[in-house]
């Protein structure tokens, strides 16, 4: 995003879940910040009222495909098919490939209707290898004019962002930098 603006975009991957997304609103609302949420479409389908809460909130919708499927292992129309899939619950115009991966085929066809939203700074909240100082020092490090910061909503990463979401939110904040979501 904008290299010249002080400014950074929250992600969020996986789900809504009820175990991980809850909190996460809950601590977005007490910073008074505005985030992406890139919805497995099958998520959504079975966590309705989660999903709508995410919207009622003032949240970006994104799609992350109705199965979190990696692009590689599916013909354009089977992965197409696929996000038009978790379309049909999300509504919306942007689309991240699970794993950032996608062949250059369906690159090409889902760009002609959905703006494809990658990421610069991936906290690797999901690993297990990383602990919450880990996450918050990535974000530390990494964090920069623009970037786009993803977090998972998702039972790999709730417990580290116990501690790193918040303190990352209140780092960033310290620095100067505003929270924005995609047009």
């Known amino acids: 995003m904008d ?8 992600t969020f ?10 909190f996460i609103l809950d601590v977005l609302k007490r910073y008074d910040i505005k ?17 709508q809460r995410v919207v009622d909130e003032g949240h970006r919708i994104g799609n992350h495909t109705h199965n979190h499927i990696g692009g590689f292992r599916y013909t354009i129309r089977e992965y197409s098919y696929n996000v038009e899939k978790a379309n049909a619950y999300l509504h919306t115009n942007l689309v991240r490939p699970p794993h950032g991966w996608m062949r250059l085929g369906q690159y090409a066809w889902l760009s ?11 906290t690797r909240d999901y690993s297990k290898w990383m602990t919450a100082d880990d996450i918050l020092n990535n974000v530390k490090r990494y964090a920069r004019n623009g970037s786009i910061i993803t977090f998972h909503d998702s039972l790999k990463s709730i417990e580290k962002l116990h501690t790193a979401l918040p303190l ?16």
């Open 13 to 22: 991957d996986d789900g809504p879940i009820p175990e991980a997304t809850p």
């Open 168 to 183: 990352s939110i209140e780092w960033l904040l310290a620095e100067g930098y505003a929270f924005k979501t995609f047009a």
């Open 112 to 122: 002609r209707k959905f703006k494809i939203v990658m990421w610069d700074l991936v």
């Open 3 to 10: 290299r010249n603006e002080r400014a950074v975009y929250l």
């Open 35 to 51: 985030a992406t949420f890139f919805m497995v479409g099958d998520n959504a389908r079975k966590y309705p009222e989660l999903h």
